[in-house]
């Protein structure tokens, strides 16, 4: 198995049922970026691309993604930045790091979404509003329809909270 140093990016509609190693593909709608580990193990690496996963940058010639990659699930353990399609590797976390991560995760999601929930009416006048625009909560909640993910994420990828450094993949 070899360590890329770079990659290529493709934007896909879909993602193909076969990928290629090295490419990211970047599959807009889906909000959604997958490639294969770059150790060369082959697992399929999915990082959602929305505010509780991973940003994408496209800069017009290369993409980037952030924060870095952890695919503690997987038994390569890889750990690396993709940032203008160049492969940074990082160090392997410990368990316990990534137990920390997870769970700092988990809490930046609930806050998240906590926060994209609307607050109920302080009042009932006014509640007619006609051509109400869609509110976070249900754009929220388009993000989580099935219909509205990759046809296959097999290995969803929760993300930890840690600012600067990495979303584990589980
Ligand atoms: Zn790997």
């Given at each position: 198995m070899t360590r890329r140093i770079t990659v290529q990016h493709q934007f896909v509609d879909i993602v193909p049922n076969t990928l290629q190693e090295g490419v990211v593909y970047v599959c807009i709608p889906y909000t959604t970026a997958v490639h294969l580990c770059?150790?060369?193990?082959g697992e399929e690496v999915v990082t959602p691309i929305r505010p509780t996963g991973w940003s994408l940058t496209f800069d017009g010639v290369a993409v980037s993604l952030h924060p870095s990659i952890g695919?503690?699930?997987?038994?390569?353990?890889s750990h690396y930045w993709i940032t203008r399609n160049r492969v940074r590797w990082d160090r392997q976390w410990t368990h316990a790091e990534v137990t920390t991560a997870r769970r700092r995760e988990d809490a930046n999601r609930t806050h998240y979404f906590a926060r994209a929930t609307p607050a109920?009416?302080?009042?009932?006048?006014?509640?007619?509003?006609?051509?109400?625009?869609?509110?976070t909560a249900r754009r929220v909640t388009q993000w989580l329809r099935p219909s509205n993910?990759?046809?296959?994420?097999?290995?969803r990828a929760p993300h930890n909270g840690d600012d600067a450094t990495c979303r584990p993949v589980e």
């Open positions: 770059l150790c060369g193990c695919n503690w699930a997987f038994s390569c353990r109920p009416a302080q009042s009932n006048r006014n509640t007619d509003t006609p051509n109400r625009r869609p509110t993910w990759l046809r296959r994420e097999r290995r």
